[in-house]
């Protein structure tokens, strides 16, 4: 059974920082690319950050560029987002995702509908 295990939120004042985990159950096959996405109270889930696992390329959100890092630790099975210099924006629940299946080049991997398996959510909360 694949499943995606989501560690490391929190609350923290503006301009701290935070480190998110993300472990894919070891029974699971080699991902293709994960991503964290986040959904604020009252508003559509938005990607945020990208990760093709077989390259090591990268995408952002033009909202965290400069500010958030994706990484990743195959031998652990794990991704990170390291989160930086947090807004009272940053606000909301973080999901990460898993995309197994291979795709063409081109896909912009922070569409929703790629991923098929999701973790359960980390809240992390950005006060003024």
């Known amino acids: 059974q694949i499943q995606l295990v989501e560690t490391g939120g929190g609350s923290v004042q503006a301009g701290g920082s935070l480190r998110l985990s993300c472990e894919v159950s070891k029974s699971s096959p080699s991902t293709y690319s994960m991503a964290w996405f986040r959904q604020a109270p009252g508003k559509e889930r938005e990607g945020v950050a990208s990760l093709k696992t077989t390259s090591g390329n990268t995408d952002y959100a033009d909202s965290v560029k400069g500010r958030f890092t994706i990484s990743q630790d195959s031998a652990k099975r794990t991704v990170y987002l390291q989160m930086n210099g947090l807004k009272p924006e940053d606000t909301a629940m973080y999901y990460c995702?898993?995309?197994?299946?291979?795709?063409?080049?081109?896909?912009?991997?922070?569409?929703?509908?790629?991923?098929?398996?999701w973790g359960q959510g980390t809240q992390v909360t950005v006060s003024s």
């Open positions: 995702a898993a995309r197994f299946g291979r795709l063409l080049p081109g896909f912009n991997l922070l569409r929703q509908d790629l991923y098929t398996y």
